[in-house]
């Protein structure tokens, strides 16, 4: 690989898919669902959760119902990385831009 892309510790789930990519060298848990752990790149892993929860939310926003698609719709953090959350299938949702907007303080929002 190239020295430009950065590899990540990523977990995979019993369908060899990415449940959850680590913010340093992974503390492995034990669960029936967790198949490995391997390492790709970042940029890889991020896309291979966004897409798990694209299909996931089944062409609706996450927290209000809404159409959205796979271009239009936005990948949201539960809990921000900044306080302790991850790229996780488990922290991830997908969301309009109008519930987005709001969940960071600049739109209408969703209660």
């Known amino acids: 690989m190239s020295k430009n892309i950065k590899l990540v510790y990523v977990e995979l789930n019993n369908k060899g898919r990415v449940s959850?990519?680590?913010r340093g060298y992974p503390t492995p848990v034990s669960s029936a669902l967790v198949r490995e752990i391997a390492q790709m790149s970042r940029t890889?892993?991020?896309?291979?959760?966004?897409r798990q929860i694209?299909?996931?939310?089944?062409?609706?926003?996450?927290?209000?119902?809404?159409a959205v698609s796979e271009q239009t719709g936005h990948m949201h953090?539960?809990?921000?990385?900044?306080h302790g959350g991850e790229i996780s299938l488990a922290n991830s949702v997908f969301v309009c831009y109008p519930c987005h907007r709001g969940e960071h303080g600049f739109g209408r929002g969703v209660a």
């Open 44 to 50: 890889k892993a991020v896309a291979e959760v966004r």
């Open 54 to 66: 694209v299909l996931r939310a089944n062409g609706a926003c996450e927290y209000c119902g809404a």
């Open 77 to 82: 953090e539960k809990i921000y990385r900044s």
């Open 20 to 22: 959850r990519i680590f």
